[in-house]
């Protein structure tokens, strides 16, 4: 089983560039899902996983070479289901990305065909059941026509109000339980987080949207900001926001989606929401 610590992130790494699916490094998303009480098995208090979701990637730095040595460029949008046992760690994506960049391909389809079964593999490793990621590419042609968009929703940080947690505080949490259910759609820009390995920085902005008692907007905003100096992958960081919310909150619907800025040409974007819904177009903020 790989462990975060044994990827390349903080470590000097060579530079590849002739295509190597190996440097690929899946790490499981069970241990840390059972960190917040998740899983399979019930004698230890675990539930089954309570949402569904995916993981929306974009690769900025994408290039490879025609079958007559030009470069090619692109941009790549990758869709991960949180059913996967594993996620990919984002150095040794970029890693393997480098590794097109002297190779030839046929052509862009060529190059996605790749890409799509090399994650696939990745993330569904160890799986009975394995299946596919999803994975388009766009071409410099369609560069003009990829849009810049904030997330809906009423702004949280309009707020004024002190924060003192700056560790995940889930009792800052609280909701109404006594009257009636309303449905709203929160943001904030101010979550920050830390990767699990370097300690470095990861800034994102979250939605938030649900159905049942109303969610006290203070103490949500107070607990987006508790994640300020907290050491977890993005991935893990929003299954910990649902299910705390999931559990204090008590919703009849949740969704939380969260959009981080990019780190070595890759963004990464994870969804989850309670009930099957669409995914939210993967449409790129001003700060991404």
Not at 214 to 232: K, T, W
Not at 238 to 260: G, N
Not at 263 to 271: A, E, K, Q, S, W
Request: hydrophobic letters at 35%; charged letters at 20%.
């Amino acid at each position: 089983m790989n462990t975060p610590e044994q990827s390349q992130l903080g470590k000097t790494s060579a530079y590849i560039d002739q295509y190597d699916a190996s440097l690929l490094f899946p790490i499981p998303r069970a241990g840390k899902r059972a960190e917040i009480g998740l899983g399979a098995d019930a004698s230890t208090g675990q539930q089954p996983v309570p949402f569904f979701g995916a993981d929306l990637w974009t690769a900025f730095e994408l290039s490879w070479l025609n079958p007559r040595g030009k470069p090619q460029v692109a941009l790549a949008h990758i869709t991960v289901p949180c059913e996967t046992p594993n996620i990919v760690e984002s150095k040794s994506f970029k890693l393997y990305l480098n590794s097109f960049n002297n190779t030839r391909f046929a052509d862009a389809q060529a190059v996605r065909d790749r890409i799509r079964a090399d994650i696939s593999e990745a993330v569904w490793r160890g799986s009975e059941t394995p299946s596919t990621v999803g994975v388009k590419l766009l071409l410099p042609d369609a560069f003009d026509r990829e849009p810049v968009h904030e997330i809906d929703g009423l702004s949280l940080d309009r707020l004024d109000l002190e924060c003192t947690h700056y560790t995940p505080a889930p009792e800052l949490l609280t909701a109404t339980f006594d009257e009636a259910p309303v449905t709203e759609v929160l943001t904030s820009n101010l979550l920050k987080s830390n990767c699990l390995v370097t300690g470095q920085p990861d800034w994102g902005s979250v939605q938030i949207s649900y159905s049942g008692p109303q969610i006290d907007q203070a103490g949500l905003l107070r607990f987006i900001v508790s994640f300020r100096n907290h050491n977890e992958f993005h991935e893990q960081c929003v299954e910990r926001i649902f299910m705390e919310i999931w559990r204090r909150c008590r919703p009849i619907k949740l969704t939380v989606y969260a959009r981080y800025t990019r780190r070595g040409g890759l963004d990464i974007n994870p969804f989850r929401t309670s009930h099957p819904a669409a995914l939210p177009a993967n449409i790129r903020m001003a700060r991404q």
